[in-house]
């Protein structure tokens, strides 16, 4: 009897295991609208996380000059240089010949060298590694190493590779407003590059400004305070602002990582200055209001540079309401307004103040319970060795305790 109970315990214990390492291999059905690239057939071996990275390697540097990449080793945290030649083959992830320029720092690659040699000769995109483009919803939680993008959580490693450009930078060096390239194994990630970066904007002398209104390129509006700054994605901007009869505009060129300082008197002129301003509503008998005082239609208004609210109203039709962005001129508003539904139609070129938050509702239950099931997956799915996976459970299954009890 005592042999019978010794061969049940096993029995049991190698089912345990064997669920365990199902979840763990199992990645089938995973996929999103922006990744691409599993590197996996219907029919082909699936290998641990750590037996796929050994080979792998992402491209940390590139002398075209000196016929020179630069790689880091996924598998041992180290940086290994190699020289290529004309007789290098250059694959996408496919097999077929690309250029040398398309291995740009942060490409996940699998590397061949010339026997006895430190020459390659074929450099590929690993199909193992998924790829994500043009992502704009990234963010990072550094205490329990997780980046999500969307609503998509990722590991990460003190082995995460993050790249701005040809430069190598700390994770805590990119911003929410960036653009990156990400790239993955399985459901972790191995590195970040930042696409379109970001750089600081500094106005000084903004005394005659403040309380105005500075745009760029008529789509984005702040409103000037003393000693402002904006952090804006790199590129090429039309700055205008204007304020109480002054204002101007200049082109500003926003570089990655970089500061620019724009000095608002510059940009005041002479003043007052006005703007000889006309409507025209058709053949309504319409009524104007600027700024709260009734004017006529059929006059042109001289207004000052600045911020103006403008409404028109007419029997039988919707009131119209628009805050005016002044910065030139002349200028010729035409208004079509809609026949009368009850409601007020407003339109805005400058932003209206932000709204209060909603009261968060609290969550049920059942929602909660099944996130933190989720996190014990991904836990499960992200773990390479007995040890970390102990750790990690036991983590996450007091996270779910928490939730469950409401502490």
Known sequence: MGKIRDITVCCALVVILGLLTGCGNRQEGFQTGLRYGTGRTENEEVKSPTEETVKLYIVAGNDTAEGQMTFYNLSSGAKEQYAYTE?????????????VASFTPGTVVKLERRELTTVLSQVQMAREAWIYEDVD???????????????????????LQVYSG?????????????????QGVDRKIVSLSV?????MVQLINTQVFQGGWLSLDHRQYYQVTGDMQLELLEGVYELTVANDGYGGTTEITVSRNGVLTVDLDTLKGEGPKYCELSFDVGDLEATLYIDGKEVSCEETQQIKYGIHRITIEAPGYDTWTKRLYVNSPEATIEVALEEETGQTSEENTVEEETPEPEEEKEE????????????IIDTLK????????TDSYWSTVSDIVDTLTGN
Not at 137 to 159: C, F, H, M, P, T
Not at 166 to 182: A, C, K
Not at 364 to 375: F, G, H, R
């Open 195 to 199: 696409e379109t970066g970001h750089g």
């Open 364 to 375: 049920p239950q059942n929602t909660a319970v099944e996130e933190s099931l989720q996190e």
């Open 382 to 389: 992200d773990s390479q060795t007995r040890s970390e996976l």
């Open 166 to 182: 040809e430069e190598t930078i700390s994770l805590q060096r990119v911003s929410s407003d960036d653009i990156f390239r990400v």
């Open 87 to 99: 007789g290098t083959f250059f694959r996408n992830r496919y097999g077929a010949n690309t250029s």
């Open 137 to 159: 919803n990234l963010s990072v939680d550094e205490e329990r190493q997780l980046i999500a993008i969307g609503g998509d959580k990722y590991a990460y490693d003190e082995k």
